[in-house]
């Protein structure tokens, strides 16, 4: 079992930027792929939203187009925690933030949700324009 926390949410000003942490903790021992989704207000019955997702090493990753060339997903493995920068953020980016992460050995980056079977409890994020 993998527990995950994310922290970092706030609320910041349009063009401004933030950066969200998620430290993993239990059975960590297995790197596995990670990624960012987000939920926008109103939409708690929906699925959460593709952001960006990295493999084990960090050296490959994926992003959905509207965050493309503004937001820069990292990890740092020993200290068990995944980043996401935002840079250049918008209103339409304001939204809870959830991180997950794969089964371990599934070592495909992916997009869908579906994928991601570990959760944190998600951190909020508030743009004002």
């Known amino acids: 079992q993998v527990q995950l926390k994310e922290s970092g949410g706030g609320l910041v000003q349009a063009g401004g930027s933030l950066r969200l942490s998620c430290v993993a903790s239990?059975?960590?021992?297995?790197?596995?792929?990670m990624g960012w989704f987000r939920r926008a207000p109103g939409k708690e019955h929906e699925e959460r939203d593709f952001?960006?997702?990295?493999?084990?090493?960090?050296?490959?990753?994926e992003y959905a187009d509207s965050v493309k060339d503004r937001f820069t997903i990292s990890r740092d493995n020993t200290k068990n925690t995944l980043y996401l920068q935002m840079n250049s953020v918008t209103p339409e980016d304001t939204a809870s933030y959830y991180c997950?992460?794969?089964?371990?050995?599934?070592?495909?980056?992916?997009?869908?949700?579906?994928?991601?079977?570990?959760w944190g409890p998600g951190t909020p994020v508030t743009v004002s324009s």
């Open positions: 952001v960006a997702s990295i493999n084990a090493r960090g050296d490959i990753t």
């Open positions: 997950g992460a794969r089964l371990p050995f599934r070592t495909i980056v992916t997009r869908r949700t579906a994928d991601y079977v570990y």
């Open positions: 239990g059975r960590t021992e297995i790197s596995h792929v």
